[in-house]
Each structure stands twice: as structure tokens, then as C-alpha cells.
């Protein structure tokens, strides 16, 4: 973010996955779909600040950066290369969402933290196969994207960050187009809409970085309505978010002010009435971004970009950044 559903497990396999996670996170390889303990992977030297993450169903993992439109890939039991190495009109990732079926890596590049002239902000696609740009777009009004989701057929979801947007782009569309606007989407301090799930073909959820509020749009209405998902509280700084096999929401908290980084969990997202809010992770710096295989592994970025946006810590970066594996838990109701 500035800073998908996908079936079954057994019970024997969840209990494993559940005592698995009071193990410390170590170092390891991405792996297969049919094995997921906590692990983490530490990106190679010079990758900073890691946002954008998307895994193929091969295993393959695809990183993006903050300040750099350097893309990293990561095959099954091999190290980490460069994908794609940046261009003019992609500096940055702050999401990435594969789509496996038209072969596109999706991403979002703001100018989040600019350092010399103020560059357009923009969405693109690279094409898997080699690397190579597929589309380059920037956004109505000199909007800034946040996230992004792709459905099915290929349309495309982005969260508008200033202004509370939500906009939509088509397969064979040439621009996006501004579907939504509400000013419960836009942010106290310029960062609103971020993370965005869709929970089905009529709901999606959003959060607001900025107030620490999580919404649902009923997005495949003539008239889309906005919802307030209830919290017992706010969370600080709402940022990525996916949805695991069970229908629960998994947010990143990123925690910008306390520096209490968490992955929390909240069952059934589109009920009314006061959801609960489970504590899955903590103690990370800047969780931004996730990914969720179908067996609910999930593979998320932790960016250690806090100290930038604090005054007086700018210099202050840190010597490493790491890719975290987890296995989520579920519901019985995934049995």
C-alpha cells in the first residue's frame, strides 16, 4: 500500500500449521503451496524498504519498493534476482497483484517520498513473460493510487489515497475512471484509502490509513453504498489487506507512531454489528503489504520505513528488510 480466496486444508494439516506458528521466524525459501511454517526471508542487500508483494502459484515471489521501481523475483529454492529494474514512469511499488490468467504483474507507482522534480503518479503493468511494460497510466484528477485488486475478469480496483477515490479499469479500457468518491475515504493527513479486498462480486473492503477506520463498498450497485466495519477500536494505520480461505479480513496494522507493527484478523467482515478484532503477529515494523495463497499461507512485506516519516530519524535506515511467511488461522468452516 503506500506504504486474494483461493480452499480447503485438514484438520491434521491446520493443527500443524497452528503449532507451527509458536516458532520463532527463521530464514528459509519460499515454498510449496502444500507446506507453510513461519519463516522469513531477508531481501538482498540494497533493497530497501520492500512494499508491492504478489506470489505466483508456482511459488514465485515478486517484490516491490518504496523509493525504487526495482521489482525483485524470488523462484522456488533460489535466491533473489532482479525482474525488472525501473523505468521512467515505474519508481516505485507500493502494491503488485498478479494475473496469472493474462500473464500482467499490476503495481502502483506514486511519488510517495519524492526527492528531486514531482514525477506523475501511475499504475502499470509489466508483461511476465520478459519484463517488459504493458501499460503505463496515470490517474484522473492527478490522483495518487494506493492499492489495488484485480477481479476475475481482469478489471482492475484502485484506492485513491488524497481525495477518496475508488476507480475502475476495465480490460480493453484505455484510462481508469473514478466509480466512487467519499470523503470517509480521504485521509486527515493526505494518506487515506489504502488496502482493498474484494469479498465478493458486489462487496469490497477498504481501509483508511490515515482515520483507522475499515469500510465495505457495495461496489456492484447502481448506487454503491459505504459502510463502517465496527472496531472496538481504531486500528493505527490500516494498510494492506487480503482475504483468507475463510471469508476473514486480514489487515496490517502499520503502526506508524507506536512502532507496533501487527497482522490482525476479523472474521466475517461484511456482518453488521461489532466485530472483533484478533491479534494474529506483532511486535513488526511497518507491515505494509501481503499476499494469501489458497491453503492461507501468507507472505507479507515489512517495509521499516517508519523512521522516514518521523522528524529527527531520517537517517536512521535500517541494515536489513525482510519477506515473512505465516500460515493464517482458520475457521472450522474451512474444514
Known amino acids: 500500500m503506500l506504504y486474494v480466496i483461493k480452499y480447503r486444508t485438514t484438520w491434521v494439516a ?77 519508481f516505485a511499488s507500493t502494491t503488485l497483484r498478479l494475473d496469472e490468467q493474462r500473464g500482467l504483474l499490476w503495481g502502483n507507482s506514486p511519488d510517495f517520498l519524492p526527492t528531486g522534480q514531482i514525477r506523475a503518479h501511475r499504475v ?27 477481479a476475475k475478469d481482469g478489471t482492475v480496483y484502485l484506492t485513491e489515497t488524497k481525495a477518496g477515490s475508488i476507480m475502475r479499469l476495465r480490460p480493453g479500457e484505455a484510462n481508469f475512471q473514478i466509480i466512487f468518491r467519499d470523503k470517509r475515504l480521504a485521509g486527515p493527513s493526505g494518506i487515506g484509502a489504502a488496502g482493498i479486498v474484494l469479498i465478493d462480486d458486489k462487496v469490497m ?20 453504498s459505504l459502510s463502517e466495519i465496527l472496531l472496538p477500536r481504531t486500528i493505527e494505520n490500516p494498510d494492506g489487506m487480503g482475504l483468507a480461505p475463510d471469508g476473514s479480513l486480514i489487515v496490517l496494522e502499520n503502526g506508524i507512531n507506536s512502532g507496533q507493527g501487527r497482522i490482525l484478523r476479523i472474521s466475517d467482515p461484511s456482518s453488521t454489528g461489532l466485530h472483533r478484532i484478533e491479534i494474529i503477529r506483532e511486535g513488526m515494523e511497518s507491515p505494509v503489504n501481503l499476499d494469501i495463497t489458497p491453503q492461507g499461507c501468507a507472505f507479507v512485506s515489512e ?33
Open 205 to 224: 473492503a477498504i481501509a483508511n490509513f490515515g482515520s483507522g477506520k475499515l469500510y465495505t463498498l457495495s461496489y456492484g450497485e447502481e448506487q454503491p
Open 303 to 335: 517495509a521499516r520505513i517508519r523512521h522516514r516519516l518521523l522528524a529527527g530519524h531520517e537517517a536512521e535506515v535500517p541494515d536489513s528488510f525482510r519477506i515473512y511467511q505465516l500460515p493464517l488461522p482458520l475457521s472450522s468452516a474451512t474444514h
Open 14 to 90: 491446520l493443527t500443524a500449521l497452528i503449532l507451527a506458528m509458536a516458532t520463532p521466524a527463521a530464514s528459509a525459501a519460499a515454498i510449496s503451496d502444500t507446506t507453510c511454517t513461519p519463516a522469513s526471508m531477508t531481501l538482498p542487500s540494497g533493497a530497501l524498504y520492500p512494499n508491492g508483494i504478489a506470489r505466483a502459484s508456482d511459488g514465485t515471489l515478486y517484490v516491490g519498493l518504496v523509493t525504487s521501481g526495482r521489482i525483485l523475483r524470488k523462484r522456488p529454492n533460489e535466491n533473489w534476482e532482479t525482474f525488472f529494474s525501473g523505468a521512467e514512469t515505474v
Open 124 to 150: 502499470f503493468a509489466l508483461n511476465v513473460s520478459d519484463a517488459t511494460i504493458n501499460r503505463s497510466l496515470t490517474l484522473p484528477e492527478g490522483g495518487m493510487g494506493n492499492d489495488l485488486v484485480i
